[in-house]
């Protein structure tokens, strides 16, 4: 896109060229009216060619299938934040959801699969499981990097608030001489306006929970505990942490030995830590003045090759912690 003169984007009719203001053009794929329309670069011009997406992120009105789906954090950056310099985090967040989906596929296919992978198929789960934490964990550092770059350059609908500059992760943000950050002090220390500094104490401890797992693994040589193959899936002892703080199970889940399904808790990680995503997207849009969208009356979609069982799995985690409140 960078050979592409600005004037040349005029040939897509969704397009609105005359605000981009830096940001970059998430994706030149688009559904429209039940027809899948994509430009490609050509030298200095564009040209629409015949394609449709197996795993990319498209602009349309309405989905292709019920379950491409509309991140408002995913949809927020790419329509109205996605400024050049912040090109790097915000492909980093994209490329973290479809991992996110298809380390819940492995784990399911591992399930499947369990009898023709023999007694290394535990040792497998673990594996996925500390790669699931790390990238929750690492989807929280670059939603910083994303908001301290924003709050150098953004204009505040409130004037009157005088900015410092944030720190470069979210650890470093929410905790203050060894504990966690008040709302107070996040505002007296950063300038924060309070809805920020509510957003950053909303989701400090979920985000210390994944740091001390992560943390656990990769720096201090821990190991998960052992996880079971039952028939009904693979299980962990509900004395296990993080897991242990969870109540999403039903009493017809349990297994005895104290046992519990360990996909479902895998689901509530996966779909707290997007929804600490969208509680920052709602949060910023609020705060900050944002240019108009990039792709007017569209939403930005994503489809992946484990969409399907990724959405049920939000789903249900969603349903779980519905029904625990």
Not at 9 to 35: E, K, Q
Not at 185 to 191: A, D, M, S, T
Request: proline share 5%; with cysteine; hydrophobic share 40%.
């Amino acid at each position: 896109m960078s050979n592409i003169d600005l004037s040349k984007l005029a040939v897509i009719p969704y397009l609105d060229i005359s605000n981009l203001n830096g940001r970059f053009i998430s994706t030149l794929m688009f559904y429209d009216a039940g027809t899948w329309r994509m430009w490609m670069p050509a030298g200095d011009r564009l040209i629409e060619i015949k394609a449709s997406p197996a795993e990319s992120f498209y602009f349309a009105t309405e989905p292709e299938t019920p379950t491409d789906i509309c991140f408002h954090f995913l949809d927020f950056i790419a329509q109205r934040a996605s400024f050049s310099e912040l090109q790097k985090p915000i492909l980093g967040l994209r490329d973290d959801a479809f991992n996110l989906s298809a380390s819940l596929a492995k784990i399911s296919h591992l399930n499947t699969t369990s009898n023709i992978v023999g007694q290394g198929v535990s040792r497998m789960v673990v594996t996925e499981v500390e790669y699931l934490f790390s990238v929750c964990r690492s989807v929280f550092d670059l939603l910083q990097e994303i908001a301290s770059a924003l709050w150098e350059t953004i204009k505040l609908h409130d004037s009157s608030v005088n900015k410092k500059p944030l720190k470069e992760t979210f650890s470093k943000m929410v905790t203050f001489q060894g504990r966690a950050s008040t709302e107070q002090e996040l505002i007296e220390r950063f300038g924060l306006p309070q809805p920020l500094a509510a957003y950053y104490v909303r989701n400090a401890d979920f985000f210390m929970t994944l740091r001390e797992f992560r943390d656990n693994i990769i720096h201090r040589g821990a190991q998960v505990q052992t996880i079971f193959s039952g028939e009904t899936g693979f299980l962990i002892q509900h004395t296990l942490k993080p897991f242990s703080d969870m109540e999403i199970w039903s009493e017809e889940e349990k297994q005895p030995n104290d046992l519990i399904p360990l996909y479902p808790a895998l689901c509530v990680v996966i779909h707290k830590t997007l929804s600490a995503c969208e509680d920052f997207s709602s949060t910023i849009e609020q705060v900050i003045q944002f240019p108009p969208p990039i792709a007017p009356n569209m939403r930005f979609f994503m489809r992946g090759y484990f969409n399907e069982m990724f959405s049920a799995a939000l789903h249900d985690a969603h349903k779980r912690l519905t029904q625990r409140r």
